[in-house]
């Protein structure tokens, strides 16, 4: 994975993270523009998957975004709005950072 492709996930990670913020703070405020702030965010994000997709292939640029949006926006839940996962959930985020690890493995294939 060349380094520009990791800097290209990484802004749309966390444009995305953004986004998520954003829609989560529309829910308790009910603020129009904090809505309008969320969907340009995922529309920016969307786009530069779309640029990601094209050098690294739908599967790999599509399953490390989730993952790793997966494991940051639980942190954002926890700390800015006190939310809390139960046990289960929990080994759900710590089976999808297992996936990454294995995703990220060398492989043969084409990626």
Known sequence: MNP???LWLL????IFLGGATASRAYVSSNSIPVLLLALGLYVIGNLIM?????EGGLGLAISLS????LVLVNLIA??????KLSTTQMAGVLLGIAAMG???LPTSGRA
């Not at 989730?66 to 949006?69: D, E, N, Y």
């Not at 926890?78 to 939310?83: A, I, K, N, V």
């Open 102 to 104: 294995l995703m990220l």
């Open 11 to 14: 802004l749309a990670t966390f």
């Open 4 to 6: 520009a492709y990791v």
């Open 50 to 54: 779309v640029k990601l997709m094209r």
């Open 78 to 83: 926890f700390t800015l709005f006190g939310e």
């Open 66 to 69: 989730a993952v790793v949006q």
